[in-house]
């Protein structure tokens, strides 16, 4: 059963890799992936934050469908994800994402497929705080094209 | 005796990302007893204040009892009912 949380404050990847592990069930391999907040748009302007906007739910249970698809999808696989919500400033952790397999190529796959789908389907909504102004952003073409990705081929 | 003092019942509707900014957080609107459809809903709303025009629009997506829906679902009172923007992902 997949371990999904929403956080308000600061998210201690170190912290939560501890208690991934703690979690083992005999896996050979533990894959982790710690987003951090950018401190600059796509367009090279300086950004201070994000604020991300979630509905209380919601936002979880599309969390929870993520981490569970990745379990039924590469067998045998735990998955861990904690999601910020709410202000985080650049230079922040703003997601942590962990699989644990019985061997590293399964582990590498689910944390990646994980990602992937977070950054076009995770239920968010996101406003840059940039120097010149806020902007609502939304996903670019290659988050797309990085989920659409797993439509093609499963691997097993 | 009056048949139409049970006839509607107050929606409130939930509004996120952009939409809360521009509109605000929660909204209120009178849901026929029989319901309403989302497009209908939006009609309703977009034609009461000119501020909700950004939930006339194709973008805003519908969500009851948090799933999105499609525009002839029919809304029944009772349901939590929200417009939101499209997703940005994680």
Same mark, same amino acid.
């Given at each position: ?43 090279? +302007? ?47 952790? &703003? ?35 940039? &120097? ?25 | ?21 521009? &509109? ?43 799933? &999105? ?14 417009? +939101? ?6």
């Amino acid at each position: 059963m997949a371990e999904v949380r929403l956080e308000p404050g600061p998210l201690e990847p170190d912290r939560a890799l501890r208690e991934f592990l703690d979690g083992a069930n005999g896996e050979g391999a533990v894959v982790s992936f710690v987003g951090i907040a950018r401190p600059a748009s796509r367009d090279g +302007v300086a950004v201070t934050g994000l604020y991300l906007d979630h509905y209380p739910g919601m936002t979880e249970a599309s969390l929870a469908t993520i981490a569970a698809d990745s379990e039924a999808r590469f067998g045998g696989t735990r998955a861990m994800v904690v999601h910020r919500y709410g202000q985080v400033n650049a230079g922040e952790a &703003i997601v942590f994402v962990a699989a644990a397999s019985k061997h590293r190529r399964s582990a590498f796959e689910a944390a990646d497929y994980m990602m992937d789908r977070l950054k076009t389907e995770a239920a968010f909504w996101k406003r840059e705080h940039r &120097i010149d102004g806020a902007a609502w952003i939304e996903p670019t073409e290659q988050d797309r094209a990085d989920t659409q990705r797993w439509s093609e081929a499963c691997p097993e | 005796m009056p048949i139409h003092w049970c006839l509607e019942s107050r929606l409130r509707i939930l509004l996120f990302g952009s939409l809360g900014e521009q &509109i605000g957080r929660e909204i209120d609107a009178d849901l026929p007893a029989e319901g309403c459809s989302v497009a209908s809903l939006r009609m309703l709303l977009a034609e009461r204040d000119p501020a909700f025009a950004p939930l006339a629009r194709a973008s805003a997506r519908a969500c009851v009892d948090q799933a &999105i829906v499609r525009e002839d679902y029919v809304i029944r009172p009772g349901q939590e009912v929200a417009f +939101v923007p499209p997703l940005s992902g994680g």
